[in-house]
């Protein structure tokens, strides 16, 4: 890259979605390739088990923190891309490789950043904001091309392409600890039953929010598959998975400002999307995901294909859900 100050340089914000289409349109990587290396690392990702014989575990059914997905996704995409293009694209081996190191031109390597928590944003840790001060500390070039994924649950919910600067990364408060979780997703939530049938779970709540406390023994599990509240009221554990949130961090965390997210990063298209929980919408809280629900919509797709009447407030928000995911031609 000859632009050694950054390819947004001295550019006005105007122009930053003209500079993102130029570098995405020489890069080697297309969107196309992106969806289907992710979709195949995040449905590995869940196939995966942990131990052997007897004893193995699927990951789905472990408490497996949010960042540690990420890394599991990481290193599944990286694995991927190399094995379908074994001359071009590897995964990290050094602290100053990106996470997809393209072989045949280093400035077009990309890296990945996950994120578990609520809504559509991505964080970098303390340091993005701290190397700012200190380049010499840096372990590795912040400024270049990223992939960005979100998630909820098993649920991927949307991926990025594009290029952030170092100084894009700002230091901001991260969201304050409570003892609800701060994701939301598509599934009812259990808990274990308090009674001397330890292998019954009693469904919590039939909304859609992480908002339970904490129970004697700790465990929390969301169902695997639907289950109609009319038709069903209790379910073994078998039908079930352990769930772990995504602990907020404390003190800061780096950010991106809006305009990173609508000039510099690309959304990828895809049916994907659709699977999206409808609390990702914007003006669906607690109370409009209940309402939501009780007419059996739950995911973003379901909204898009609901042909009953609606509510004006639920209409509104179907239309700008149309608007938001078009699907793609």
């Keep these: 890259m000859n632009e050694a100050k950054g390819p947004y340089h001295g550019k006005p914000e105007s122009q930053w979605a003209k500079v993102t289409h130029r570098l995405l349109a020489r890069h ?7 969806l289907e290396v992710a979709t195949v690392a995040w449905n590995d990702l869940w196939a995966t088990t942990v131990g052997a014989g007897r004893a193995k575990v699927r990951l789905a059914d472990l408490a497996v923190p949010a960042t540690v997905v990420g890394y599991f996704f990481e290193v599944l995409f990286a694995k991927e891309l190399e094995v379908r293009y074994p001359s071009q694209w590897r995964g990290h081996l050094t602290k100053d490789d990106k996470d997809l190191v393209y072989v045949p031109d280093v400035a077009m390597s990309v890296e990945i950043k ?12 303390r340091s993005y904001g701290q190397e700012l001060r200190n380049q010499a500390s840096a372990k590795k070039e912040k400024s270049g091309y990223y992939i960005t994924m979100n998630f909820v649950g098993t649920t991927m919910t949307l991926l ?21 979780c701060s994701a939301k997703v598509s599934h009812y ?4 039953m308090l009674g001397t049938d330890g292998h019954c779970v009693r469904t919590r709540t039939a909304c859609r929010e992480f908002s339970v406390s904490a129970t004697p023994g700790g465990a929390v599990y969301a169902l695997k598959q639907r ?4 038709d069903k009221k209790w379910v ?5 998975q352990r769930w772990a949130p995504q602990a907020s961090q404390t003190g800061q965390m780096a950010g991106l400002s809006n305009a990173v997210y609508t000039h510099k990063l690309v959304v990828i298209p895809g049916d994907y999307r659709r699977n999206a929980p409808v609390s990702l919408l914007q003006g669906v809280g607690d109370r409009t995901a209940s309402e939501l629900d009780s007419l059996g919509i739950r995911t973003v797709g379901e909204l898009l294909s609901f042909e009953g009447p609606l509510p004006p407030k639920l209409e509104r928000i179907k239309v700008t859900a149309i608007v938001a995911y ?4």
């Design 236 to 240: 073994t554990l078998s039908e079930c």
């Design 160 to 180: 990025r392409f594009g290029w952030i600067d170092a100084q894009d990364w700002a230091l901001c408060r991260s969201p304050k600890r409570t003892g609800v």
């Design 189 to 192: 939530l259990v808990r274990k």
């Design 28 to 34: 080697p990587l297309k969107p196309e390739t992106i």
């Design 227 to 230: 289950v109609t509240l009319s």
């Design 114 to 125: 996950c994120s578990g928590q609520a809504g559509l944003k991505v964080f970098g840790n």
């Design 326 to 329: 078009q699907p793609t031609t």
